[in-house]
């Protein structure tokens, strides 16, 4: 049995009467809808509601599931204590994704457990529940740091356990939407903010799943989008099946998106295969990519495959361009995967007798020595983006205005603290960004005083 149905739904705690003392009113189009979902769960009668949840333990790389028996929570942190919540958890569904997520080595399960309490991401969708069915386990998820495909496949992991274990489960994707709607709003706004919301309902209310993975990552940062995940988990559990969607409801009236949808599955279609479609896609972008690079990027990825499939450091071709073999120079090599970074280093100046060798020494660390990434393993390399970029010398600037985001990286200094950042990257738009990403990578305190330095670069692809 597959996933009964599934409900995209915000979690206001406002919209919680108790909370709201009559402030919901505001967003009545939502609370009815609300209702309704809630409504239509009771009708299903499911043995397990999964929430997928924004609110609940997230890493970088690696999915939450929660674990034991039971949990509690009530909305003590918006001063109502009284609106607790028990709930038991489904056991054999949590082993049975965590058993097929261990098969294929993939980054989730229950460990790394930091409150087991109840998030308001899944208490809000369960006070609706709640008022209209009380039957049913739950099962709560965190979102992750990983790139969207990995989301999308956990949503198809979740789905086999279901089906596996023959659970009546339902699929609740809790998630806001763009953050930044209005000026009047709480984060203000931005006009990624609308235009975010007016795709997502687009998409959802058609159930065009496979359009989730065009939402680039840095569009969604400067939406301040919250949900987008939790969407892509839930798309992933009705993978190679046709979806009746319906859109009930969408309000920005506070300054936050607030959307409301319901999908119910009706049938297999091999078409709707969206993941595969999206890697074959990425493959094929990649494989032309690599056949149009320069040198730099070709030597860069054939000290990468080197070292991930062999563990041999190539020796640099004696047919590169003279520059990579007679000059020397600080590298970095850049590894993309589905459009989030997936490894960077480099050295600020010359470590090697050339900058061939530069490149060679600098992508075996960025594949495997990134110490905020694990190492690059050989399945991905067939998506694996790279890019090198060759530094330029080093130039004193005495104040920020001597500095361009676009043109320029910068070196913030602290005695021997010293943090490095490229120009040119998505999502840094400023120059006080740059400067504060800067000094938070040399781990210079923002009390203490600092110097700037800027460098140009000549980035290959």
Known sequence: MSVMAAFMVPHPPMIVPEIGRGSEEQIRETVTAYERVAEEVAALQPDTIIITSPHAVMYADYF?????????????????????????????????????????????GTLGERDPSLDHGTMVPLWFIRQKYSGGKILRIGLSGLPLADHYH???????AVEETGTRAVLIASGDLSHKLQKYGPYGFAKEGPEYDSRIMDVCGRAAFGELFDFDETFCDKAAECGHRSFVI????????????????????????????????????????FLKTYQEKKEQECQEKAEQSDAYVRLARASVEAWVRKR?????????????????????????????LR????????????????????????????????????????????????????????????????RYGVVVSHGRKRGLLLPNLDGVDTVEEQIEIARQKGGIRESEPYQLERFEVVRHY
């Open 64 to 108: 939450h599931i929660s674990p034991g028996k039971k949990a509690t929570g009530s909305f003590r942190q918006f001063r109502v204590p009284g609106v607790r919540f028990a709930e038991q958890y489904d056991t054999v569904l949590v082993d049975r994704i965590c058993d097929l997520a261990d098969a294929e080595n993939f980054p989730a």
């Open 154 to 160: 956990l949503g198809q992991l979740i789905a086999q």
């Open 234 to 273: 839930m798309a992933g559990a009705f993978d190679g099946l046709d979806v009746r969607a319906t859109a009930l409801s969408h309000q920005d009236v506070t300054g936050v998106g607030y959307g409301i949808c319901t999908f119910y599955p009706e049938g297999k279609n091999e078409d709707r295969h």
């Open 312 to 340: 041999e450091h190539i020796r640099a071709p004696k047919d590169l361009p003279a520059e990579m073999l007679d000059r020397r120079a600080g590298t970095f090599v850049s590894l993309h995967k589905d459009g989030k």
């Open 343 to 406: 490894g960077c280093i480099g050295t600020i100046a010359s470590t090697q007798k050339n900058i061939a060798e530069e490149i060679i020494q600098n992508a075996i660390s960025a594949c495997a020595r990134d110490p905020r990434f694990a190492p690059v393993t050989p399945h991905e390399l067939k998506t694996l983006e790279i890019s090198v970029d060759v530094l330029g010398d080093l130039e004193p600037v005495t104040s920020p205005e001597e500095l361009d985001v676009k």
